[in-house]
């Protein structure tokens, strides 16, 4: 009797197992559809990343955009990511799989300073 | 047409300071570089942008040698929409000196985005230059995209691997050092280890009466760190130099002109031969500085003409009235 009880609460659990990681798999689509949606834009403009500082979730894109009349550059100071030179009008994108913060600076004006959280 | 080279309005019909008779073209605030005269070890500067005010018995001396600066080729924004006109300009100035300067210093910024049809197109202008020889260092926007790759093969074959060199001229010692490399997050300017020990090296065993000049791209003295106008070891240069009884420290990156003495050490800065930019603090950043000439650039049909008011004699450069 103890065992068939055993046997039948361990298949149970098995079953809500199986069940729980087809839930999990549905909300992960669900989410990675969700983030792949998310972007943000910052703005480069009067020797200024505007804003400075952003928070962004895990697989968001950030796109940096020049508007100022001299060419900056975007570079992660842990050498994460680099853009090439961007003159006015010029963008640069970046794909932020990983938590964690992101500082970076322009390598042509290295005083302009900003950073990505990304969460 | 009268020529009018002073800085007097004839008329002023619109009453904005501006003489649209005569034909007024201004590059004073751009400048066009700094005659240097080495006269008894001692250099002095003139700015090329007050012709009149030049006296050429005052310009004698063993050496002499033009300063030039920012050049930006390939910029094109409404601060100057044609920056080749206004270096050749400066070289019209220069091929116009009674006595041609034995060689150029171009203290970096040479093309804007580091393109090689804008060094190119430098080097085409400057060909026409009365001085034969020009010696460079590069600026931040000399060194994109390649670590200066480019820059070292075209301008700096015969330097070291960083790109600093120095030369003799008359018994002047030349160095050309290297600030724009390596910047770092929040940084000014550097010159680095590397550099700095060569530098130790190489006016180690020089008379201390020998004149020194040292060309770097950014200031070598903090003008303004706020706006990353400095260099943060520029202290254990100066340190190797203190010996010397004449040091002269020649710039650009800023734009305009500023001078410091600090000792026996003299410091200058140079115009761009592009466009100005603000005074330090003088505006929220130190980027190209447009001045009041848009009015007379249409009615005058000119493409790049600029007008200051107050500024010293006018330069005129050549025209075509519309």
Same mark, same amino acid.
């Given at each position: 009797m103890r065992r068939s009880v055993l046997l039948a609460s361990l298949l149970v659990m098995a079953v809500m197992a199986l069940g729980g990681i087809g839930r999990e798999h549905k909300s992960f689509v669900a989410s990675a559809q969700e983030k792949a949606a998310s972007t943000a834009e910052v703005k480069i403009d009067n020797f200024v990343f505007g804003p400075a500082a952003i928070i962004v979730p895990v697989g968001a894109t950030v796109t940096w955009i020049n508007r100022d009349d001299i060419p900056h550059t975007v570079v992660s100071t842990e050498k994460v990511f680099k853009s090439k030179v961007l003159d006015t009008d010029e963008k640069f994108s970046y794909t932020f799989t990983k938590a964690g913060e992101y500082p970076y600076f322009c390598s042509?004006?290295?005083?302009m300073t900003g950073k990505v959280v990304v969460q | 047409m009268a020529r009018n080279?002073?800085?007097?309005?004839?008329?002023?019909h619109n009453h904005d300071?501006? +003489?649209?008779? %005569?034909f007024l073209k201004c590059m004073a605030w751009a400048g066009t570089g700094a005659l240097c005269v080495i006269e008894g070890g001692v250099l002095k500067s003139y700015s090329m942008s007050r012709p009149l005010e030049m006296n050429p018995r005052d310009m004698k001396g063993e050496l002499s040698f033009v300063q030039i600066s920012?050049?930006?080729? #390939?910029f094109n924004k409404p !601060?100057?929409?044609d920056v080749a006109a206004t270096l050749q300009a400066a070289v019209n100035k220069i091929n116009a000196l009674s006595r041609p300067p034995e060689f150029l210093l171009h203290t970096g910024?040479?093309?804007?985005?580091?393109k090689p049809e804008e060094f190119d197109a430098v080097e085409q202008i400057l060909?026409? !230059?009365?001085?034969k020889d020009v010696f460079y260092v590069p600026g931040e926007h000399d060194v994109?995209? +390649?670590? %200066?790759k480019q820059y070292h093969e075209r301008f700096?074959?015969?330097?070291?691997e960083g790109g600093w060199y120095s030369f003799e001229k008359k018994g002047v010692h030349f160095v050309g050092l290297v600030n724009v490399m390596n910047l770092k997050a929040g940084g000014l300017g550097t010159l680095g280890h590397e550099q700095l020990e060569w530098l130790e090296k190489d006016v180690?065993?020089?008379?201390?009466s020998t004149p020194i000049v040292v060309f770097a791209h950014?200031?070598?003295?903090?003008?303004?760190p706020e706006w990353g106008? #400095?260099?943060? +070891?520029s202290a254990e240069a100066l340190a190797y130099l203190k010996k010397f009884g004449s040091v002269t420290v020649l710039n650009g990156h800023i734009h305009q002109i500023m001078q410091k003495v600090e000792g026996n050490v003299t410091f200058h800065t140079a115009c761009s031969t592009a466009f100005p930019q603000p005074k330090p603090?003088?505006? /929220?950043? /130190?980027g190209p500085m447009k001045v009041p000439a848009e009015q007379l650039r249409s009615v005058l049909g000119i493409s790049d003409v600029n007008y200051v008011s107050g500024q010293h004699a006018l330069a005129v450069v050549d025209s075509t009235l519309a």
């Open positions: 042509i004006h290295p005083k | 080279t002073k800085d007097e309005i004839l008329h002023d300071g501006i +003489d649209r008779r %005569g920012d050049s930006h080729m #390939g !601060a100057n929409t910024d040479i093309s804007h985005l580091s060909k026409s !230059a009365s001085a994109l995209n +390649d670590d %200066g700096a074959k015969g330097a070291q180690k065993h020089l008379k201390s950014i200031p070598l003295w903090a003008v303004y106008w #400095g260099t943060e +070891d603090g003088e505006a /929220p950043s /130190p």
